[in-house]
Each structure stands twice: as C-alpha cells, then as structure tokens.
C-alpha cells in the first residue's frame, strides 16, 4: 500500500525538524522520516549549546537570514513555552585584521548592528577569565549568544506533530526517485512506499549517500566539544562575566566557547573551530583521545587559564562542508520537486528555524524570499 502526502522531509535534525514544522503549519499532509530516535547524538545536532550571532564574519549575506532566524526562535519559544535562544553577548576576538573581527566588523557596519570595539585591556577588565595579549582586540555584540540543539529539535518536533504532522523515527530511507514530470516523489523504507507530491532532503552528514547521484564535493568531518571544570569554580565563567566567544588566536588556530549554566554541573565547554579530521556517519570514532584533550588545552591554556581543569565530558560531532564553507540550499538540478537542505559547513545551527522557513517556501512555493544565491548549487554542479 502506498501512503500519500503533500511533502516529504527526510531527516529530522536541526534543519528537517524546523522544515516539518514551517510546512505542517501552512496546513499540508507532512511525513518526516528518520534514521535515529528524536534530538539524537548520532549527526550534527547536539551537545546542549551552538553559538548565534548577528555580525557575521563570515560574509554580510548572511545578515538578513540572522534577523529573520531570531525571529522565528522567539516564535517557537512562544508556541512551546521553552527557552531555546539564550544572549548572552558575544565577543569576536584576535588580532584586528583577523577575519574573526574584521569580518564581523564588516557585518555589523553594513547592516547597522550594534557593537563595542574593545582593546585587550577592556577585555580583560570586563570579562577577566580572558587573558588577551596587548595586540588582540574584540568587537562586543550584545546580541549574540547560544541556541540549545536537542530542546530545538524537540520543541519543532512537538509542534509539527500537534500541527499534524506525521513523524517516523528509527525508520531510515534506504532510497528515494522523483518522476522526470516534476510532480511527484517516492521513498521507500524498510516499512513501506511513500508518495508525495514535494521531497525535502535534510540529511546532515549522511547527504553524500543520499544524494549521490550529484556528486556534490563534501567533506564530513570529526569535531570535538570539551566540557571542563574550570579550577576556582564556575562564578567566573557565567554568562555576565563570560559571554560566548570565537577567538582566532592565529590564522590556523580558532577556540570558541560558552559561558557556564547557572546551577549546572556540566561544566564550561569549549572547542576547536574546523579542526576536524575526515569521517563518516559509519566510521566516525566515537572515542576522544588523550592526544585530542591536550590539543584543546594548549590552545586555551594561556589565553583562559582558569579553565585548564579536570575534563568534564568530551563528544564528537559531525561538519558536513562545501569547499567554500557556504551552505547548499536550493532545488534539486534535475526534479524541482526535491528541495536540498543544508551541508551546514559547521555554522548551520543559528540558522535552522530560518532554514525550516526557506525548506517550506521551496517546496511548496518553488521560489522563496529569502537571500540565498550564496547557497546556490550551480557552484558545484552543473544545472539548467
Ligand atoms: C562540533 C560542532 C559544533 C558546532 N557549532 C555550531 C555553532 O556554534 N553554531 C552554529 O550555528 N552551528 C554549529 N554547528 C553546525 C550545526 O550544528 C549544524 O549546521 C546543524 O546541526 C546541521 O543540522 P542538519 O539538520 O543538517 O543535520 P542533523 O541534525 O545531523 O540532521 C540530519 C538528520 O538526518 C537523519 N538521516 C540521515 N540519513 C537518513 C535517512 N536515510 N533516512 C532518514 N533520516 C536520515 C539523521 O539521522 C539526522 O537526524 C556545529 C556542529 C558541530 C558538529
């Protein structure tokens, strides 16, 4: 027997989970399909905190899909009564022509954001765990801060089921075909067939096998997060004192890290930014080394001493990465019924509610408002 629906979504992490919601709110039949169980961290959506942030160093463009992201993370605060976007401003440091600060610099100029610029004295003196050399600086943004993966999967889940949504889990596709008319799609399952007249495709680090009949050139990649216990306590690392940060130390040397949670017990977390090695959802090494651990301290060590305490906890987590670490979002070159979502390039999360919003305008609208030329296919294959 086959099932029929008005769109498809396969993959319901960070990016299908907000796409399930947006389509199952505009009123049309949803099927969401996953591999794993709901807010799982197996791919790229977990370990409690991903930094948001307005002055975006990476390119400007970025900008106006921040505004809109914002937005619909207070939406979805509001409809589920959870707290899913924490500010709690952000610092952009290193030295000032490093792309970190100059770059966000940029954003924040062309877009009229509100920033601080501050010297390493003023660092210091604001947020004393920061232990800058005379030449680093920092563009503060007080709009920056975290949004918590697994309660926003979660939450998007809840309200695209009450919505009436139908969501599968441990119930992955082992393939997909589009008809060359352009109007429908099917999936097939080890429980089934389904039809639908739209497929959203969301796949995080499993896209290489999904959608291999393009032959996109991604990298999946091994990341770590490490909770540590900082040595005199954790009142110096909450939020008023130690606000989110990426520090470009030097050209090939970034940390990023979190304040900690008042009353928690997890620790204060940190990370290296894209220093990961290549992997695969089925070969990834789950297993963080000794070797690995003392990296990220000698990173950190000098430059956030009061940190360089016992190791709380430490996952891996998946990067799935274009080679220009933009995204890929757009319609599939051959079935413009298949809307493709993300290789996220490891800065994906901030974005996911407005990338949910962008899924549903090109399923259901084939075109959307929204920027996104920057996320184009046609960089890397060649389309019609
Ligand atoms: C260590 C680390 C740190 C990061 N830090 C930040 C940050 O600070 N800020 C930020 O904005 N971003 C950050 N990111 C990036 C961000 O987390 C990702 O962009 C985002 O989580 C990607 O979401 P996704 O939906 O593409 O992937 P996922 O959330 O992994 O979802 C893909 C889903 O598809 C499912 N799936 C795969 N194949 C199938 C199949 N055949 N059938 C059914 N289901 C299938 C998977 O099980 C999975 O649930 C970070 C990522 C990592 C790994």
Redesign the pocket.
């Known amino acids: 027997m086959t099932n029929t629906y008005d769109v498809i979504i ?8 907000c796409a399930a919601y947006q389509v199952a709110r505009r009123g049309k039949r949803v099927l969401g ?4 169980t709901p807010a ?1 961290a ?4 977990h ?1 409690k ?4 942030r307005q002055a975006y160093f990476e390119d400007p463009a970025y900008v106006p899909l921040l505004l809109r992201a914002y937005e619909l993370w207070e939406q979805i605060e509001r409809e589920t009564n959870q707290s899913i976007m924490m500010l709690t401003g952000g610092l952009m440091m290193g030295r000032p022509d490093a792309q970190t600060v100059a770059g966000a610099l940029r954003s924040a100029r062309e877009y009229n954001l509100p920033y601080e610029m501050l010297d390493a004295a003023a660092i210091h003196t604001r947020f004393p765990a920061f232990q800058p050399d005379p030449a680093t600086v920092a563009l503060y943004e007080k709009k920056a801060g ?1 949004v918590r ?1 697994e309660v926003s ?1 979660q939450a998007h889940l809840t309200r695209a089921a009450a919505l009436g949504a139908d969501l599968h889990f441990e ?4 393939s997909w075909s589009a008809s060359p008319t352009g109007d429908r799609v099917q999936v097939t ?1 080890a429980n089934g067939v389904y039809e639908a007249e739209k497929l959203i495709i ?5 896209a290489p ?2 959608l291999a009949d393009l032959s996109l050139p991604l990298v999946v990649e091994r ?3 490490f909770w540590f216990d900082p040595l005199d306590g954790t009142a110096p690392f909450l939020a008023d004192r130690f606000p989110i940060y990426i520090w470009e130390i030097n050209a090939d040397l970034q940390i ?1 890290g979190f304040p900690a949670e008042a009353g928690s017990t997890d620790g204060v977390k940190i ?1 290296l930014f894209r220093n990961g090695n290549i992997s695969t ?1 089925e070969t990834i090494d789950r297993t963080v080394h000794p070797d690995e651990v003392q990296q990220m301290r000698d990173a950190f060590k000098d430059h956030i001493p009061a940190l360089n305490g016992p190791l709380l906890n430490a996952l891996t ?4 990465t274009t080679p220009d670490q933009h995204f890929i979002i757009d319609l599939h070159p051959n079935y413009p019924q298949v809307v493709i ?12 509610s407005v990338v949910g919003e962008i899924l549903a305008d090109l399923a259901l609208d084939g075109s959307t408002r929204h920027p996104i030329s920057l996320f184009a296919l046609d960089r890397f294959v060649a389309t019609h």
């Open positions: 396969v993959g319901l992490g960070g990016m299908g989970s399909l996953e591999r794993h799982h197996l791919g790229s959506s370990g905190s991903r930094i948001i975290y993966p999967v119930e992955p596709i082992q399952t969301a796949p995080g680090a499993w096998q999904l990341n770590i997060l990023y990370a959802p987590c998946m990067y799935t979502a993300s290789p996220c390039s490891g800065h994906g999360f901030k974005f996911a």
